[in-house]
């Protein structure tokens, strides 16, 4: 059985920065392809960024920079830096993981078998 717990969400001021984890147990970790998805309130989940075992990277139009997706294969954990929120990245964030995702479909929430509970991120003065 897969396991994929989120920390580290919480409420920062517009300007601030948050470090989300992603702990990931009960499977091959150094297998799978690790993603971030994001939904907020009245809105379908999307995509934020995505980091495989052989650290390919890629990140949504609206990260503008701003986000790192990393990995420590050693303790199976996938990592989120936030830096420069905004008001509009308030959401429920999600880790997403599969060891099938294929290059072309890894934008796709539907591309990945597991996935956390989701951590909450309020952007706000």
């Known amino acids: 059985q897969v396991h994929l717990v989120e920390s580290g969400g919480g409420l920062v001021q517009p300007g601030g920065s948050l470090r989300l984890s992603c702990e990931v147990s009960?499977?091959?970790?150094?297998?799978?392809?690790t993603a971030w998805f994001r939904q907020a309130p009245g809105k379908e989940r999307e995509f934020v960024a995505v980091?495989?075992?052989?650290?390919?990277?890629a990140y949504a139009d609206f990260v503008e920079g701003r986000f790192t997706i990393s990995r420590d294969s050693t303790k199976n954990l996938v990592y989120l830096q936030m830096d420069s929120l905004k008001p509009d990245d308030t959401a429920v964030y999600y880790c997403?993981?599969?060891?099938?995702?294929?290059?072309?479909?890894?934008?796709?929430?539907?591309?990945?078998?597991?996935w956390g509970q989701g951590t909450q991120v309020t952007v706000s003065s």
């Open positions: 009960g499977g091959a970790f150094n297998t799978y392809t």
């Open positions: 980091t495989n075992r052989y650290r390919r990277l």
């Open positions: 997403a993981a599969s060891s099938t995702v294929i290059m072309s479909s890894r934008r796709m929430p539907a591309a990945y078998a597991y």
